[in-house]
């Protein structure tokens, strides 16, 4: 009996010993999924708001950013007439076709030097060459157009004797001309070849301008002794009509 006791404590040992112990196992920790960053680019507008491929290209870029922070402060400075908030409207619209950055690049580069040019030609902040201006008996139209062009008329008068026409001992003799020209920082000039000895230099200075007349009266086609230089003062900025550029004739 003590043989099998023994031998029961053997086995009771072998069964104790091929047991084996179990491993906790180790329950596997989630990775948490990476939240994308925000851009930190901050353009003109609100990124978050972004809803055209064009605005999302401009948050994702530091250097566009930039650049339409360029162009929102260059808008600020003009004068927002109709013409030019047509043509801004359209040129937002073209950015659409840029594929690329650097499509974009240019394209915000080139129309910012625009608007910075359209802001020092037209004196101080929110001017603009638009309007009406007077020099004593003589009168000026602008209108200032997108493209950075002036056109313009140019009314000149020279009243020889009586003032009061009605008397009958008094004669106007006029002067007209007309045209279009480039503007360049504060200055325009314009010459054409039916009048090639005459030459009109616009110097813009905020709310006057300095109109200089190179050749006499009959080299601009103007009546005898009429001369439209002098200091002319901007008396309205309403912007001229179609019709205001018409010939007088």
């Known amino acids: 009996m003590r043989i ?10 072998c069964s104790e010993a ?36 064009t605005e999302n290209r401009i948050c994702a870029s530091a250097e566009l950013s930039a650049l339409d922070v360029q162009m929102a ?8 007439a109709e013409p030019l908030v047509k043509a ?11 594929a690329d950055d650097p499509c974009l690049s240019e394209r915000y580069s080139e129309r910012i030097g625009f608007l910075k040019g359209l802001a020092a030609a037209s004196g101080p902040v929110g001017a603009s060459v638009s309007g009406h201006w007077v020099s004593g008996d003589n009168s000026l139209v602008l209108l200032q157009n997108p493209d950075n062009t002036v056109k313009f008329k140019i009314s000149a008068v020279r009243i020889v004797g009586d003032r009061d026409l009605s008397t009958g001992n008094g004669s106007v003799h006029i002067g007209t001309a ?15 070849a039916e009048y090639p000895a005459c030459t009109f230099r616009f110097t813009f200075k905020g709310e006057s301008l300095e109109l200089a007349q190179e050749g006499g009266d009959l080299d601009c086609g103007f009546g ?26």
């Not at 099998?4 to 040992?13: H, I």
């Not at 112990?21 to 978050?48: L, M």
């Not at 279009?180 to 314009?190: C, R, S, T």
């Open 18 to 53: 091929a047991t084996p112990t179990a491993t906790p196992t180790a329950t596997p920790t989630a990775t948490p999924t990476a939240t994308p960053a925000p851009s930190q680019n901050s353009p003109s507008f609100d990124c978050k708001k972004a809803s055209t491929p």
């Open 178 to 192: 007309m045209g279009q020209m480039p503007l360049k920082e504060n200055a325009a000039v314009f010459s054409e």
């Open 4 to 13: 099998f006791w023994w031998l029961g404590l053997l086995c009771l040992g």
């Open 73 to 80: 402060a260059a808008w600020k400075q003009v004068a927002h």
């Open 88 to 98: 801004q409207k359209a040129w937002l619209a073209g950015n659409a076709a840029c």
């Open 224 to 249: 005898a002794g009429v001369y439209a230089g002098g200091t002319y003062t901007h008396s309205d900025k309403i912007i001229p009509q179609a019709s205001e550029f018409e010939a007088d004739y």
